[in-house]
């Protein structure tokens, strides 16, 4: 039995601004993309790499993580899609069809590990925490933190003007959920699936994987996640990055 992990690194980053894509932007003279893959590798716990690419950037990508030290499981690069959801789904097709990408010896592959290449300090232990969940028999695990703010829904204001908030929400049972998040292959494979045929567009399409899953019933689990595996979506988070970074190394 071996696992998986679909790496997104094929959006465009449009927020950061930078003229390369995102996940070629460098952070302490690294990839954000290698800082990502390095991490899965080094929990220990994934046994095959896939990584969406920016279009055009399919061998530079590969280039960049088989040089990268600390690499040493098979890694393959495709194409990512218009959407992070087609992403993963072109990631799940290539990771799951590809016979020769997972030695023999590992087994067939029954977990799968999605992660984001915009959260490159993911550390290795909640890698570990959330492999580990999957494979106890928890079908779909996320990394969760607590949310620190009050958080109020708002509606916009009757006849226009500034909004109005319609309520607070209770933050004790609010979750901020980041990636990696770990599935069961079948359960995350129906999902794509069932999420393909009804054909999500640019404006639909889910932003993780796990609104995939609880959109066909199923229960997803929650472990406890860690503020260094932070989305970098603007130069500000970058340079927050770049300070855990020193704080970790
Ligand atoms: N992603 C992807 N394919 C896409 C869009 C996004 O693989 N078509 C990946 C990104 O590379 C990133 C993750 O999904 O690792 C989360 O997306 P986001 O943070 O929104 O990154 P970008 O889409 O690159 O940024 P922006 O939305 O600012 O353009
Ligand atoms: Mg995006």
């Known amino acids: 039995m071996s696992t998986l ?3 997104t690194a094929a959006g465009s980053g449009a927020r950061l601004g930078h003229a390369v894509p995102k996940a070629l932007v460098e952070l302490g003279g690294v990839p954000l993309l290698v800082h990502a893959a390095q991490r899965l590798c080094a929990s220990g716990v994934v046994d095959a790499l896939v990584v ?15 040089a990268a030290p600390g690499i040493d499981l098979p890694v393959h690069v495709v194409d990512g899609g218009p959407t992070r959801q087609a992403s993963v789904a072109a990631g799940l097709r290539a990771g799951l069809d590809d016979r020769g990408l997972v030695p023999p010896a590992a087994g067939e592959i029954d977990v ?5 290449a915009a959260r490159p300090l993911a550390p290795t232990d909640l890698v570990r925490r959330v492999e580990q969940a999957v494979r106890a028999g928890y079908r779909a695990v996320v990394p969760g933190l607590v949310v620190t703010d009050t ?3 708002v509606v916009p204001a009757p006849g226009g003007g500034i909004d109005e908030v319609a309520e607070t929400v209770d933050r004790a049972s ?18 794509h699936a069932a999420a393909a045929a009804g054909g999500a567009d640019e ?9 995939l899953v609880e959109a066909l019933g199923e229960t997803v689990h929650v472990v406890a996640g860690s503020s260094a595996a932070a989305k970098i979506t603007t130069g500000h988070d970058l340079r927050v990055a770049a300070l855990t970074l020193e704080e970790t190394a």
């Open 203 to 211: 404006s639909s399409a889910a932003t993780d994987d796990a609104g």
């Open 112 to 116: 799968v590990l999605v992660h984001d």
């Open 5 to 7: 992990a679909v790496l």
């Open 151 to 153: 958080v109020k829904r």
């Open 52 to 66: 969406t690419a920016p279009p055009g950037h399919v061998d530079e990508v590969a280039r960049l993580v088989r």
């Open 174 to 191: 609010l979750r901020a959920v980041q990636t990696p998040q770990g599935f069961d292959r079948d359960l995350l494979e129906r999902a």
